[in-house]
């Protein structure tokens, strides 16, 4: 049962224009969401993150966008750099588990074109 | 920023024999640290919560006497893949939170393990 799920595997966009990352969760318990970057054969890099009170936190060039009656979050990256060109995971927290456990989506292989 | 340090980056081990990795949070105390693999082209999944001074818990299908893990200090948890198997070759990540529950975990940058 995937609970945070990104159905887009791969995106290409040109520099300069903005990349839309999207993805979707289904437990209603989670209030804290988080965008990571990831290179090959690295661990995670934490990108900006969004509590479930807020609908909008913007970083710089990075912007997420919260949906909760839609549980869908997106991460607007704009404009797109050739730097940017990594695997980007949502994850998301909550609920009655104190840890406060991050469970991530499939990830999204972002590439931006020179 | 917080640094999250995991050692070996890379290991490659026979059939049979154990590996221990480690991660250790270098400029702050982790209570809590988090275990995930990764396999390729796969997300991070998530393996165990490791807590310092108690039992390590394990997610779902996830064999505790495989996959040992000790969290002595509020800097060091380890994992030790037990008689390893080529099944157990992945990606491995260990992560930790500065602050208390919504804050980014931080991530160590992995253990690739190869059991031959």
């Known amino acids: 049962d995937q609970q945070v799920k990104q159905n887009s595997p791969s995106l290409s966009v040109q520099e300069g224009r903005i990349s839309i990352l999207n993805c979707d969760y289904t437990?209603?318990?989670?209030?804290?969401f988080l965008w990571y970057k990831k290179y090959p054969a690295e661990g995670p890099t934490f990108l900006i993150s969004?509590?479930?009170?807020?609908d909008k936190n913007e970083d710089g060039r990075f912007t997420v966008f919260l949906n909760k009656s839609a549980k869908h979050l997106s991460l607007h990256i704009v404009p797109s750099q050739p730097g940017d060109s990594a695997v980007y995971f949502c994850?998301?927290?909550?609920?009655?588990?104190?840890?406060?456990?991050?469970?991530f989506g499939s990830g999204t292989r972002l590439l931006v074109r020179p | 920023g917080a640094v999250v340090s995991q050692h070996p980056s890379r290991v490659i081990c026979k059939s049979g024999t154990s590996v221990k990795i480690e991660c250790r949070s270098l400029?702050?105390?982790?209570?809590?640290m988090f275990w995930y693999r990764q396999f390729p082209k796969q997300s991070l999944m998530l393996m165990a919560t490791s807590n310092e001074g108690s039992k390590a818990t394990y997610e779902q299908g996830v064999e505790k006497d495989k996959f040992l893990i000790n969290h002595a200090s509020l800097t060091l948890s380890t994992l030790t893949v037990t008689s390893a198997h080529p099944e157990d070759s992945s990606f491995y990540i260990c992560s930790a939170r500065v602050g208390l529950r919504n804050s980014p975990l931080h991530f160590g940058n992995g253990t690739r393990l190869t059991v031959t």
């Open positions: 969004i509590s479930s009170i807020k």
């Open positions: 994850a998301a927290s909550g609920g009655v588990d104190s840890s406060y456990k991050l469970i």
């Open positions: 400029d702050f105390q982790a209570t809590t």
């Open positions: 437990n209603s318990m989670f209030d804290y």
